[in-house]
Every structure is written in structure tokens, then in C-alpha cells.
């Protein structure tokens, strides 16, 4: 049973899905995790970025979870976000690394001889997982190497391609509009490099202030056709699910109805849990349920995520939350009071009226 009455607007040709979440018989949706083990092609057992934190991260998968095998994304595919210059980079850098070894692109990134077959994967990956939600079913893409960092020229924070980025570019054939969010600790330069001049994507990224890549500060707004469709929200070290929670409330939950997107995708890093070793932020595995909830309950239909970050004991947690909130749960949001510094950020927004143009 589809999820969705199809209609055609805005664009000949392309498809626009509209919610029937009013319709009880509807709001039920199935899930399913993309996933396999031809991601351990890429690894450099000791690094953050390793086959076994996939590993930890695939223990919160629930035993009868829907697995799907992924398939590889194309050099076409690719080329809807990245230049042929840095796809053919990454080939040869893959093909010229010695048998066994990791070959560093630079002090954060690596590849290994197998590193080009598995990020095709990973962003094949992330498109099946747009896929089978356009198709009415919510699908996390458990994937590695992450993505978001990636920019169309450059490989750098673990990133060689930018998986969600690829996805979106491909779901826009069909669809009109794509809202994408962000909750990674680190800022998603890449993805927002990617669409920042487009109206058709509105990226919203909620991240830890003043760490890696160092962007995603609210005066990058978007430019030209993209002007005001890109929101950001950098939160203090120590935040907790009650900040996260009120930037989605007030901030994101709104822009997103105004944007009125056919598809939402989630680029689900989990690196703000609490003793994460790459952050510094509190959240604890529910809270990632509990924003879960939020876009679901939200979105136009269902949802597609694509794990990037996450290094830390609580992440298998983490992802059964989320993968129990795609099920219908629902979590109470932890972490006490709001800090007065996103409080005053998201006035900052209400006030000036950003959520998106009219």
C-alpha cells in the first residue's frame, strides 16, 4: 500500500508526493536498514572512521529489521554533485594504494586499494534509502565512508563522496523539492557547498560551535536562487537534547512545513552523544529517537537517513532509538532546561523571520 497520493505540480514530469498522515489507516509505515559488509573494503583498524565502528553501530539494528544489500552508485551519479576531476582523483588514488595498507588523502582522510568500491556503495546506498522512502517506507542507509564533508572538488573529514548530496541530486529528477537535516556534531560544509545556490533543497544543520570544518554559521544563509534556504544553528559544547530539541520545535519543524518538501533526508551522525571522543556535546541515545519523532511526525511521508558520524560506546543505542522511532515510537526529551545561549539563537531566527522564503 503506497503511502502517498502522487500529484503533478510546480514541474511537469517531476513527482510530488502530499502526506496522507491524516488518513489512520496510513500513518503506519514499514522501515528498512540498507546495509552490508561490502563497506570493510575501506578500513584502517585504529582510526576513528573504522569498519568497526559500522560494526558497533550495527548492533542497534533490531534482529527483525528489514536488510536490504546495497548497490553501487554510478560515475554519473556521482557527477550530479562532484567534478569528474575529483571522482577520477579518488579512482586513481584507490587504484595506486599498495594491497593492505591506508593511503592518506590528508592527516584526516584515508583510502585503502578497496576505498572507491565501497564509497560507491555508500552513495548507492544512500539513494536506495530515498528510494524505498518515496516508496512509503522509512530506510536508514548504514553506510561508510560518511559524507557530508565531502565538497564537489575535495575529500576531507573521512569524506570522499558526498553520499546524501548524491541522493538528493538524483531524488530531484523525479521530485520537486528536498528538504535535508543536518544533526552530525560537525557542520556538513560539503552538502551545504553543494545545494547552496539552489531553492530546491533547503539544508537545515543543528552542530557544536567552533570545531570541524569550522563553517555553519547562521549568516550563511544561501546565495542567489538559494538565499534563505540554508539554516543554520551552531550550539555551545555541552548542549543537551533539550537544545536540539527546541532548534527543531521552533526552528527546523517550521521551515520545513513552510518549504513544503516531497522527501526529507536525515544525515544521522550520532557524534553528539555524550563521550563521543570527536565532540563535545551531551545528548543522550534517545534524544536521537525523540528528533527521529519530530521529522516523522513532520515530514511530507517517510524518511530517509544516511549515517555519517558517530564514534562512541552510546552510538548502538543511538540507532535503535532511531530505528524505534521510524517504528512508531515516541521519546520524552532529556537533558532539563534549554542553555540561554539557544534560546537566544533560535530568537534570533523566530525574530528576523528565516525560516524560509515565501
Same mark, same amino acid.
Given at each position: ?72 552508485? =554510478? ?102 523539492? !528536498? ?11 560539503? =552538502? ?58 521552533? !526552528? ?12 526529507? !533526508? ?11 571522543? #570527536? ?46 522511532? #521510524? ?14 545561549? =539557544? ?12 525560516? !524560509?522564503?515565501?
Amino acid at each position: 500500500m503506497r503511502h502517498y497520493r502522487e500529484l503533478a505540480v510546480r514541474h511537469p514530469g517531476r513527482r510530488r508526493f502530499i502526506s496522507c498522515a491524516g488518513d489512520p489507516a496510513l500513518i503506519a509505515m514499514p522501515y528498512s536498514v540498507v546495509t552490508g559488509d561490502v563497506f570493510a573494503g575501506h578500513d584502517d583498524p585504529g582510526h576513528p572512521e573504522s569498519q568497526a565502528r559500522l560494526e558497533a553501530a550495527l548492533a542497534g539494528v533490531p534482529a527483525g529489521a528489514r536488510r536490504v544489500p546495497p548497490e553501487q552508485a =554510478t560515475t554519473r551519479d556521482l557527477a550530479r554533485v562532484h567534478t569528474h576531476r575529483h571522482i577520477a582523483a579518488i579512482h586513481s588514488f584507490c587504484r595506486e594504494c599498495p594491497p593492505g595498507r591506508a593511503c592518506y588523502i590528508d592527516p584526516d582522510t584515508y583510502v585503502t586499494r578497496g576505498s572507491f568500491d565501497a564509497a560507491l556503495y555508500a552513495a548507492g546506498a544512500a539513494s536506495q534509502a530515498v528510494d524505498r522512502a518515496l516508496g512509503g517506507e522509512h530506510s536508514f542507509a548504514l553506510v561508510r565512508p560518511p559524507g557530508h564533508h565531502a565538497t564537489p572538488d575535495r575529500a576531507m573529514g573521512f569524506c570522499l563522496f558526498n553520499n546524501a548530496a548524491v541522493a538528493t541530486a538524483r531524488a530531484l529528477r523525479e521530485v520537486d523539492r !528536498v528538504a535535508i537535516v543536518d544533526w552530525d556534531v560537525h557542520h556538513g560544509n560539503g =552538502t551545504e557547498m553543494a545545494f547552496y545556490t539552489s531553492d530546491r533543497v533547503l539544508y537545515c544543520s543543528v552542530h557544536q560551535m567552533g570545531i570541524f570544518p569550522g563553517t555553519g554559521w547562521p549568516d550563511e544563509r544561501g546565495a542567489g536562487p538559494g538565499a534563505g534556504y540554508t539554516i543554520n544553528a551552531p550550539l555551545e559544547p555541552g548542549s543537551t537534547g533539550a537544545d536540539y530539541t527546541l532548534v527543531f520545535r521552533e !526552528v527546523f519543524i517550521p521551515a520545513i512545513r513552510r518549504f513544503e518538501p516531497d522527501l526529507v !533526508v536525515v544525515s544521522a551522525g550520532q557524534d553528539a552523544l555524550a563521550g563521543d571522543p #570527536l565532540g563535545s556535546m551531551l545528548l543522550e541515545p534517545g534524544d536521537f529517537g525523540v528528533l527521529a519523532g519530530m521529522l516523522a511526525d513532520a515530514g511530507p511521508g517517510a524518511l530517509a537517513l544516511v549515517l555519517e558520524g558517530g564514534y562512541g560506546r552510546l552510538h548502538a543505542g543511538a540507532v535503535g532509538a532511531i530505528i524505534a522511532a #521510524l517504528d512508531g515510537a515516541r521519546f520524552t526529551p532529556g537533558g532539563g532546561e534549554p542553555k540561554a545561549s =539557544t534560546r537566544q539563537l533560535v530568537e534570533t531566527y523566530i525574530g528576523v523571520g528565516r525560516a !524560509v522564503p515565501a
